[in-house]
């Protein structure tokens, strides 16, 4: 290259860099014009936050940008607001551009709503004429909004080259922000601003140095952006609104971020896609057969899902928007992957408006009308429509209020003479699919809507897709790559389930309900397998089956194994009995996205004391790893239990909600058949880390302060002897003592003064030193009468106010049965159904009679046998009472069935 040559390649760029103010260069170099191929490689796959700031307008917005070339899919997150900070704003915004579509999704995350516009749309704004108006309709107050802005600024422009672009490489760095950068400036004749259309841009773009990067985080493949400042050159002229300076746009980079490997971004539109009763979500499980414990998850698990979803797509045809979740999971033998595939959008988002406020007469509308109020409906029209690609929604000008709108399909076509002849009325339906005719001098205003998405991989059913996938595993041709190590593995799926679903779930397992209700985490990434599993369900979320085990009338559901993806396990065994092998067979089994809740029955027991009984326990279980494990061994022993110490080989006794002790395993329980009341006066000594809990009878009530039972109801009240610092435990204990589950309907706890008299003059500060003093009792009054809900006014003759005292009423039987009127009244049909009545009855001593005398004489009698009969069938009438009882009181209570064999139901 002669010295001329060299010198017409320089001078533009010394003008460029005078012109800005900019130094000269030879304080920061020659510029050295290199081939755009040259430029830093941009990475296929990126997050970074960028700060977007418009000095001459004192502008500044903030957003993140989520880059996937290869799905050529991008990501927005930003807030709305002129004049707010970033992100400090009540209406986060989430827009996601699909540019092999054309397609924009804009979502609010508040309201929340979707919109979808064309990418392209806002190219008509490059109509508009004049530097000055241009330049407002970008910069003008009001004007900017980060929609606009967000449609033009594709990850390309930011970041990549277009091989038309002059590039050129300074060659002495400059400090940004105070990084050591290396310079680039490129001269851009294409870049698209909003509101104005393509412009003639010049840009100065700032690179992390390479020693500086290598000193900050190492050897990367790709160099880190820091800035980038654009200059709109048609602006900066003489005379024009800024003078000769160009305005600029400057954008500062963040947290530029690049996976190591290929993985996959959420873009998310589920929020722009309803739960509707149309079509509805479909998800999908793949099996992948094979142990992959020994890949590094961190590498193989990105590639693995994104090739997945890259599968699903070619095969199913369909756009990856569509196709949500896509989480791999696995056990010892396979490896899942569980996805969701979207509806299409609804066909009023397949529309944006062009033109507004249009007036027509009748018969100039279109080729077919409809009457309908809902734009959907007319939407859906035009997409069933072959070549419908516009449509217009129109309202009567003498009739503006009407819900009823004209919806002309195929709008603004070329009729010709054989589908309208000249004069005469387009074809309008009605509610009933048949046509009407219309006054032709009628006058409409309407509003133009082009359709926006002409794509089948948005207009494809979910079901057709789901059986193109299917088609392709059963033929074994679903099959994915994954590079792993330098190697190439290949992936093939041997089967495909549709029984699952991806539901969102965020309650609380441990406060479903009551104490009966509960359960507890006992082991994550684990699955109920083999002898273990009683029954398993699909499409139910994690509380979901936890639910449905409460309800479980067949067996005594104590555990539940909930995944991800939708399957639910029940087993009868309780937590540290799924451990243990079952005839040799494992019940758990390793699955990363499941999880065992084990009921929680520690709540029906009470800490009594810190110290244990000395008498020896009459079961001991060694190797537990919770409360709720001896919980559930005295609740559902062989025999009658009320209490048990809690213990381990070492640890510290705890205190209420600091409880510490050892690992797992290495408790025991100490079960013992009396419970902590019953026994106050024996000897009880200090053991390390253990605690004694005895039965908690108040939960089975209500309590409602400021209220007592009425002396009305004094046939039904005993008063019960107790220890008053043990008041309502122990006073909910007598009550189902002595009177019986059944007869245990309400007690009240009330604190009396004795001893004293007040006068008329008495203050409540005296009142409360007499309290202090010791001058009280406490009281306790059980009832076998009905309460119910204090506050009904079927209770007012039956309770009473007073300050003193607490008021408890019973709300479930110690069988988890509910408390009301029909089961109160179903156990009073039959009062004798107890046990020692059972044992008393006559039909069984007379049956026992006859048996003896049968022994003496070596024979029946015709006595013996009419004696024998008569028993047996009074017999059969009691046990058949006794099981409508049990079934009406089942019927009752869900979930009830199984609570039945807690060996606590006293009889009288």
């Known amino acids: ?152 600024l594709h990850p390309k422009q930011l970041f990549y080259m277009n091989e038309k672009d002059r590039v050129h490489n300074m060659t002495i760095k400059e400090t940004v922000r105070g990084i050591p950068c290396d310079v680039w400036t490129v001269f851009d004749d294409d870049f698209y601003i909003p509101g104005y259309g393509i412009a003639k841009t010049r840009h100065r773009l700032y690179f992390m140095s390479r020693d500086f990067t290598r000193t900050l985080v190492g050897e990367v493949p790709h160099m880190i952006p820091v800035q980038r400042v654009v200059y709109l050159m048609e602006f900066g002229r003489p005379g024009g609104i800024f003078g000769a300076q160009s305005p600029r746009v400057i954008f500062n980079f963040f947290d530029f971020t690049v996976p190591p490997v290929p993985t996959l971004y959420d873009f998310s539109i589920s929020q722009c896609i309803p739960k509707g009763k149309i079509e509805a979500r479909e998800s999908i499980q793949f099996r992948f057969p094979g142990n992959f414990s020994g890949m590094r998850p961190e590498h193989f698990i990105p590639q693995f899902r994104r090739s997945v979803l890259k599968k699903i797509m070619q095969v199913g045809e369909l756009s990856p928007l569509r196709v949500v979740g896509v989480f791999p999971s696995q056990d010892n033998q396979s490896m899942y992957v569980t996805a969701t595939v979207l509806p299409r959008p609804p066909p009023q988002l397949h529309f944006t408006k062009t033109q507004d406020g249009i007036k027509r007469k009748a018969n100039l509308l279109g080729p077919m009308e409809m009457n309908t109020d809902q734009f959907a409906t007319c939407a859906r029209s035009c997409m069933q429509s072959t070549g419908c690609s516009k449509i217009a929604w129109c309202t009567r000008d003498d009739n503006p209020s009407s819900f009823l709108k004209r919806c002309v399909i195929r709008y603004g076509e070329d009729l010709g003479p054989a589908v309208r002849p000249n004069g005469t009325l387009p074809i309008v339906l009605n509610a009933g699919g048949g046509t009407n005719g219309t006054r032709a001098d009628l006058q409409y205003t309407c509003d133009v809507y082009q359709k926006i998405i002409n794509s089948g991989t948005y207009d494809g059913p979910v079901l057709e897709s789901l059986f193109k996938i299917l088609l392709e595993v059963q033929e074994t041709n679903f099959k994915v790559s994954v590079e792993y190590n330098n190697i190439t593995v290949q992936l093939q799926a041997e089967d495909m389930r549709t029984d699952v679903s991806l539901n969102e779930d965020s309650s609380n397992p441990s406060t479903l309900s009551d104490s009966r209700s509960s359960f507890e985490l006992y082991r994550g990434q ?113 025999f009658s239990c009320e209490s048990f110490s809690y213990c381990s080989s070492s640890g510290i006794s705890p205190l209420f909600g600091n409880r510490v002790g050892p690992s797992k395993g290495q408790h025991e329980c100490q079960l013992y058949r009396h419970h902590a009341f019953d026994v106050l006066q024996e000897p009880r000594t200090h053991k390390p880390g253990c605690w004694h809990l005895s039965r908690n009878y108040v939960q089975d009530f209500e309590a409602s302060p400021g209220y007592e039972l009425d002396e009305l109801i004094q046939a039904d009240v005993t008063i019960a002897e107790i220890e008053p610092a043990l008041e309502r435990w122990q006073c909910a204990k007598e009550c189902i003592d002595k009177l019986g589950d059944d007869g245990c309907l309400a007690f009240d706890v009330c604190e ?116 024998i009969a008569i028993g047996m069938l009074v017999v059969g009438v009691v046990l058949t009472a006794a099981c409508m009882v049990l079934m009406y009181r089942s019927n009752d209570a869900p979930g009830a069935a199984f609570r039945r064999d807690i060996p606590f139901v006293r009889f009288t």
């Open 752 to 867: 009396e003064l004795t001893g004293v008299t007040l006068d008329e003059d008495a203050s409540l500060a005296s009142l409360s030193d007499l309290i202090r003093q010791g001058d009280s009792t406490v009281r306790c009054r059980i009832s076998s009468s009905y309460i119910g809900v204090v506050a009904n006014t079927t209770s007012v003759k039956k309770v009473k106010d007073n300050e003193n005292c607490t008021l408890y009423t019973r709300t479930v039987y110690l069988d988890g049965t509910s408390v009301n009127p029909k089961t109160v009244g179903a156990q009073k049909k039959d009062n004798s159904l107890t046990l020692t009545s059972l044992k008393q009855s006559a039909a069984l001593i007379a049956a026992q009679a006859a048996a003896n005398d049968k022994k003496d004489r070596g024979g029946y009698t015709i006595s013996d046998m009419a004696g």
């Open 526 to 638: 684990t699955k109920i397998i083999g002898p273990g599993v009683r029954d398993q369900l699909s499409k139910l979320s994690p509380s979901e089956c936890r639910r449905h085990c409460l309800d479980e009338k067949r067996f005594t559901c104590q555990s539940v194994a909930s995944c991800v993806y939708g399957d639910c396990i029940i087993s009868d065994l309780h937590g540290d009995e799924l451990t243990n092998d079952t005839n040799g067979m494992a019940n758990l089994g390793s699955h990363t996205h499941c999880a065992v809740w084990t009921r929680s029955w520690k709540g029906m027991f009470t800490l009594a004391s810190l110290l244990v009984p000395q008498a020896a326990p009459d079961k001991v279980l060694t190797s537990v790893s919770s409360e709720d494990t001896c919980a559930k061994q005295c609740l559902f022993g062989n």
């Open 1 to 152: 290259m002669d010295r001329i040559t060299l010198l017409l390649s320089v001078l533009p760029v010394l003008a460029f860099l005078l012109v800005h103010d900019m130094p000269v260069w030879a304080q920061t170099g020659i510029p050295t014009q290199i081939d755009p191929a040259s430029f830093p490689p941009v990475p296929r796959q990126l997050t970074v936050k960028v700060e977007m700031v418009l000095p001459e307008e004192k502008f500044v917005e903030e957003f993140v940008v989520v880059w996937d070339e290869e799905l050529n899919l991008a990501r927005y997150d930003y807030a709305l607001g002129r004049i707010m900070a970033p992100f400090n704003t009540s209406r986060p915004m989430k827009t996601i551009h699909d540019y092999n579509n054309g397609i924009s999704f804009n979502m609010d995350g508040v309201m929340p709503n979707c919109t979808m516009h064309p990418l392209n749309y806002l190219l008509t704004e490059a109509n508009m004429t004049g530097i000055s108006s241009r330049y407002r309709r970008l910069f003008g107050v009001g004007n900017v909004t980060m929609g606009g802005l967000l449609r033009s």
